[in-house]
């Protein structure tokens, strides 16, 4: 759902350059096709789902820029036009982790009574210079508290993580997924590293070198490589949300993979098996405890 945000990191409230890697309209269908009303955007997106996966409830997910970024009485007002729509059985909402005040988390917290809320930060590394690498304009710190006063709350906590980030050793995800295990946080969105044309990050990549770090869009391999690895560490409970990102073609420069998203899916599945591991081997769990 588009509420039609902005973003705190792209209107100079914290920067006005944004996250390097950062286009709204790639992520999300519903900025894309212009559609006005939530009401609006979830009957098209419900029409659509029903009948390509045969399903008749919903989640009702805010994505495109920082879907907290509001007066709480907007947030409201928007929040509960999506929870009364037919089929609709809960409500996904993605922020930046230094976007969220207690008078919104009290709100969310006040919706969770009555249905199933997800509050999803950006969080991308628990690294603070890959966090300035990619131009977040918050640290890892940021996170910490909002995960903090999420919990105080009960409320269910998702984070996104790019993986093959330039500059980050496998140890340093690996680091970044233990950080998630000990924090138990609920669910996890992976994203291989994807750029997105008119972005910082595509000019970038088109230039071959940053000022600091070449960058190198990861290749499938690398990719699959570190999902295994850090499923590994992930606990059991920890709800797997998204294996890898993509773009639309008419968006994406690169790397091209990552549009066949059922290949990389089954690549990660195939990696699996030939490593015989599973989520949470790491940490001890054994397979049927998974
Ligand atoms: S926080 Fe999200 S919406 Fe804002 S600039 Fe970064 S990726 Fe874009």
């Known amino acids: 759902m588009d509420g039609r945000f902005d973003c705190p990191n792209r209107d100079g409230t914290v920067q006005a350059a944004g996250c390097i890697f950062c ?68 409500m996904a909402v993605g922020t930046r982790p230094d976007c969220v005040g207690d008078d919104v988390l009290d709100l969310l917290a006040e919706l969770s009574e009555r249905t199933w809320v997800s509050l999803e930060f950006g969080l991308q590394s628990i690294h603070d210079r890959s966090l300035a690498w990619l131009n977040r304009g918050h640290r890892y710190d940021a996170f910490l508290d909002a995960v903090r006063r999420s919990r105080l709350r009960r409320l269910n906590v998702g984070a996104h993580v790019i993986l093959c980030l330039p500059g980050e050793t496998r140890e340093d995800m690996l680091a970044t997924a233990r ?18 044309k008119d972005t910082p990050l595509a000019d970038m990549v088109a230039a071959g070198r940053a000022a600091t770090s070449r960058v190198d869009l990861p290749s499938r391999d690398e990719y699959v490589d570190c999902v295994v690895g850090f499923l590994e560490q992930l606990p059991p409970h920890c709800v797997i949300d998204r294996l890898s990102g993509e773009a639309p073609p ?9 549009l066949e998203k059922a290949a990389v899916r089954r690549a990660i599945e195939a990696e699996l098996l030939r490593r015989d591991t599973w989520q949470g081997r790491k940490l001890g769990r054994k397979r049927d405890q998974v």
Do not use: M
């Open 23 to 90: 286009d709204p309209r790639s992520f999300s269908p519903s900025r894309r096709l212009g559609l006005e009303s939530i009401a609006q955007q979830i009957a098209e997106g419900t029409r659509r789902l029903s009948k390509r996966y045969r399903v008749d409830r919903f989640v009702a997910y805010f994505q495109p820029a920082t879907t907290t970024y509001a007066p709480v009485s907007r947030l409201r007002s928007l929040y509960q036009e999506a929870l009364d729509q037919p089929g609709i059985v809960g």
């Open 179 to 196: 950080e998630l295990a000990r924090l138990k946080i609920d669910s996890v969105k992976l994203h291989n590293l994807h750029a997105v």
């Open 250 to 258: 008419e968006y994406l420069v690169g790397p091209a993979w990552c």
